[in-house]
């Protein structure tokens, strides 16, 4: 018999549902909330009343792309943290709610850990290949930047980490500064395309181990475009791909140099991506080389797989329903990872 899990993920500000028929994709229903562009960043508040706004119709239309009935579900998966608490509230409370009211079980799931497993899913005709453990998955988002070494869908160690800001952040707040829309990620993406990454340089940051930062980055770039400026006012119009496309280049080394010493360190070859800033089509080849260059077998998700999706919600939930871990009612939402990486 086959196994139908409803994923729901409302941690930041995307609302997603998701239902899965075993490992198999039915359905990934994404609504995202263009409230928060004129702010520069997302507002708590209006996050929370806009994933109550969109959860129902979400939920609705997740099971008609599927086209199951409710009750054909055989459990509720959810991100319980971290993210934000407000937005966490909404997507739980529904999940709990939806539960008791169907009978079936309700799970649990961590964020990252649903990033990182996001590479399991399986779409409907094409089978993908899927990593094969031990693993190692550079995990970068908004909130994130991670080397994890995985071991099993529920063994992880966390090999670095951001002691600063994450690798998205260094994106939204590069944008920011250049008078981009939010999320700048995107956007910074599109312009390098078309600029010089060599044009200006970014000093690399000098962190112990596999661990990351990227502060410094912001405030050099910061310091450079307030220098210029008062040289030429219309310097970042004049020089937008290429001030996009240096900063991309510096953004990338940082991520690549520690991955690349975490792999030939343990010598794991299975390289895989995850997250937000995984969609960035620099990293996705500069991972890809990796193949050539470093004899790596690599995994980069398809680009709905990237940003916040319930896709990974449910297929997490899935091993988990396998697993039999299951959540009580209780379960409160958190606003810092609990996922216990070694
Ligand atoms: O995983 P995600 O959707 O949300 C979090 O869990 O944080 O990641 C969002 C982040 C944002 O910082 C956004 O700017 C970044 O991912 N991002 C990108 C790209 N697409 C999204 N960064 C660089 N290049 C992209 N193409
Ligand atoms: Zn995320």
Redesign the pocket.
């Known amino acids: 018999m086959s196994t139908y899990i409803l994923g729901i993920e409302s941690?930041?500000d995307?609302t997603s549902a998701s239902i899965i028929k075993d490992d198999t994709i039915l359905s990934n229903v994404i609504a995202n909330q263009e409230v928060h562009h004129k702010y520069g960043g997302v507002v708590p508040e209006l996050a929370s009343r806009s994933h109550q706004q969109n959860i129902i119709p979400v939920i609705h239309r997740a099971l008609q792309e599927a086209n199951i009935n409710k009750n054909q579900l055989s459990a509720i998966a959810f991100t319980r943290g971290p993210?934000l608490l407000g937005s966490l509230l909404v997507g739980s409370s529904f999940a709990k709610s939806f539960s008791l009211g169907l009978n079936i079980p309700l799970i649990e799931i961590d964020?990252l850990q649903a990033?990182i497993l996001a590479h399991f899913a399986q779409k409907p005709h094409k089978r993908i290949a899927t990593p094969k453990f031990p693993f190692l998955c550079l995990t970068?988002?908004?909130?994130?930047s991670q080397i994890v070494k995985v071991n099993s869908y529920f063994d992880m160690e966390l090999l670095g980490q951001t002691i600063d800001d994450?690798?998205?952040?260094a994106?939204?707040k590069t944008?920011k500064i250049m008078s981009l829309p939010?999320?700048?990620?995107?956007i910074?993406?599109?312009l390098a395309k078309e600029g010089n990454k060599n044009r200006f340089t970014f000093p690399l940051p000098k962190v112990a181990n596999y661990d990351y930062s990227f502060s410094g980055l912001k405030t050099s770039v910061l310091y450079f475009l307030r220098d210029e400026l008062k040289k030429d006012d219309h310097f970042i119009e004049k020089n937008q791909k290429d001030i996009a496309a240096s900063v991309?280049y510096t953004i990338i080394e940082i991520l690549m140099k520690k991955l690349v010493k975490a792999a030939q360190d343990t010598g794991i070859k299975e390289i895989a991506i995850a997250?937000?800033?995984s969609?960035?089509?620099?990293?996705r080849s500069a991972i890809k080389n990796g193949e050539k260059r470093y004899g790596w077998n690599t995994y980069i998700p398809a680009f709905e797989f990237?940003?916040?999706n319930a896709a990974m919600i449910a297929i997490t939930g899935l091993f988990k329903y396998q697993a039999g871990e299951f959540t009580d009612q209780k379960a409160s939402p958190y606003a810092r990872s609990k996922f216990k990486i070694k």
Do not use: M, R, W
Request: one cysteine or more; charged letters at 15%; glycine letters at 24%.
């Open positions: 941690s930041c995307d993210g964020h990033h970068v988002s908004g909130g994130h994450a690798a998205g952040e994106f939204d944008a939010y999320p700048g990620g995107p910074i993406d599109k991309q997250g937000g800033v969609a960035n089509s620099g990293l990237t940003t916040d």
